[in-house]
């Protein structure tokens, strides 16, 4: 099987980036520099959307974090990225739908109002609103780690490596992460893992300059 991934650093795609890792699949790892042009371009031949993460497996595109991450946890059931239990397993696949619904679009509310509405003058108002309810939903991943080490059960899965996304987005982007003590020894316990190290490495992710 040939996997190849598409990631751009500190983007979404980490959450995909750090499940492959997981698996210790060999893979081929292709850096999209969204912010160049030509390079987007040429990337939309491969991937229509022009966005990352993408995985091609054996030539055939797969997009969407949720569905690359639920098809590395079937693919390679032994990485646990994906439970075995299929209570557990859907609860690990809500977290992941709330993560990509949610969560990415108030971050992306914050930072990129224009991608909502080319009104101006409106853009001031729903990026202080996205970055409140960014903060809101960073409290609540904050307050689900209060009694446990993990997102889900009782292992590292899909949903832990998704999680740091949002924890390096917090950072970078001023909120009070001091104030989210469990998140703050989540992100640590998700960094500590190699296959993650691997993947931050390859990104030059500025996490492990911290
Ligand atoms: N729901 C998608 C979101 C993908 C997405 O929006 N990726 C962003 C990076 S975080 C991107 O490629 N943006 C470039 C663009 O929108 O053109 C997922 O979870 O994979």
């Known amino acids: 099987m040939k996997l190849e991934f598409y990631y751009t650093t500190t983007t979404c795609s980490l959450a995909s980036h750090i499940g492959l890792e997981e698996t210790g699949a060999p893979f081929d790892a ?10 987007v371009a040429a990337y939309r031949r491969v991937v229509p959307s022009g966005k990352v993460p993408a995985l091609r497996v054996d030539g055939k595109v797969l997009t969407e974090n949720l569905a690359i991450l639920a098809y590395l946890g079937r693919v390679f059931p032994e990485s646990g990225l994906i439970p075995a ?23 992306r509310q914050a930072r990129v109002p224009s991608r909502f509405t080319a009104d101006e003058a409106t853009h001031e108002a729903l990026a ?5 309810r960014f903060l809101a939903d960073v409290r609540q991943i904050d307050l689900m780690l209060s009694d446990r080490e993990w997102l889900i059960g009782d292992h590292f899965t899909a949903a832990d490596g998704y999680a740091l996304v949002f924890w390096a987005w917090a950072v970078a982007d001023g909120q009070p992460v001091d104030t989210l003590p469990n998140y703050y020894a989540h992100a640590a316990r998700v960094m500590a893992r190699p296959a993650v190290q691997r993947a931050l490495a390859r990104e030059r992710h500025p996490l492990l300059d911290l």
């Open 85 to 107: 239990d299929p209570f557990a397993a859907a609860s690990c696949l809500s977290m992941m739908g709330w993560f990509a619904s949610s969560v990415h679009l108030d971050r």
């Open 30 to 39: 292709h850096f999209v520099k969204l912010y160049r042009e030509a390079e």
């Open 128 to 132: 202080l609103a996205g970055s409140a």
